[in-house]
């Protein structure tokens, strides 16, 4: 069975600073790893996704993700925030034989001016 | 650009009533699935279609729930006898191709409060 693990639920950083989400993420058979993001009172936007073209997978509004199999990690960053980024965001994760995708449980981020 | 629509945006209903959440995928999709989020918790499969059958439901997905293409263009959940614990956000998705590795898109979201 696959999982996705979301250290921290809640993450606060300056405007202009590095944004770091961390995700981790467990799966028997190689796995396909999103990124969504949820602002507030819509649905969940795709912001990037991992399927195994390139490790380092670069999405919308200036964000990218690493996949690391060592690390069993797939965290996303950005290298200055702006306050537009406040959200939430949720790792996901899926297999080719599937179609459901896994959700962590989100990170809800916080710009601080 | 296409989107998925749900609607209502929110729903209230007492314990025992039946609900229907309707949603309207993107009109080339032809996979569709219903997702839910209770307050504060991750945001949990519930349910694949295809096709005109469902493909796979999770364990949260029992009798009392039910899903339908009624026309070519909505997608319903319906809750036959809806308990306090069915509270909860419930977001549509739907897809090109059923594969793992493809987008889902997911429509705004119907909160669901049962009291």
């Known amino acids: 069975a696959q999982s996705v693990t979301q250290l921290g639920s809640h993450v606060s950083v300056s405007e202009g600073a590095l944004v770091l989400l961390r995700c981790n993420y467990s799966?028997?058979?190689?796995?396909?790893l999103f990124w969504y993001v949820q602002y507030p009172n819509q649905g969940l936007q795709l912001l990037l996704k991992?399927?195994?073209?390139?490790?380092l997978v670069k999405g919308i509004n200036g964000f990218e993700a690493e996949f690391k199999k060592s690390e069993t990690s797939f965290h996303l960053t950005k290298p200055s925030a702006h306050m537009s980024d406040a959200a939430e965001y949720f790792c996901?994760?899926?297999?080719?034989?599937?179609?459901?995708?896994?959700f962590g449980k989100g990170t809800r981020l916080h710009i601080l001016p | 650009e296409p989107e998925v629509t749900q609607t209502p945006s929110h729903q209230v209903t007492q314990m025992g009533q039946e609900v229907i959440l309707r949603c309207v995928p993107i009109s080339n999709h032809l996979y569709f699935y219903w997702y839910r989020q209770i307050l504060g918790q991750k945001v949990e499969f519930l349910v694949s279609?295809?096709?005109?059958?469902?493909?796979?439901k999770s364990e949260i997905f029992d009798d009392q729930f039910s899903v339908e293409r009624p026309d070519g263009s909505n997608f319903t959940l319906k809750i036959r006898s809806t308990k306090l614990e069915d509270s909860a956000m419930y977001f549509c998705?739907?897809?090109?191709?059923?594969?793992?590795?493809?987008?889902?898109?997911f429509g705004p979201g119907t909160r669901l409060t049962v009291l």
């Open positions: 991992y399927t195994s073209a390139a490790t």
């Open positions: 799966s028997s058979v190689p796995p396909y």
């Open positions: 279609f295809y096709n005109n059958e469902i493909s796979e």
């Open positions: 996901a994760v899926s297999v080719s034989r599937d179609d459901k995708i896994i």
């Open positions: 998705a739907s897809s090109e191709t059923g594969t793992g590795y493809n987008e889902q898109f």
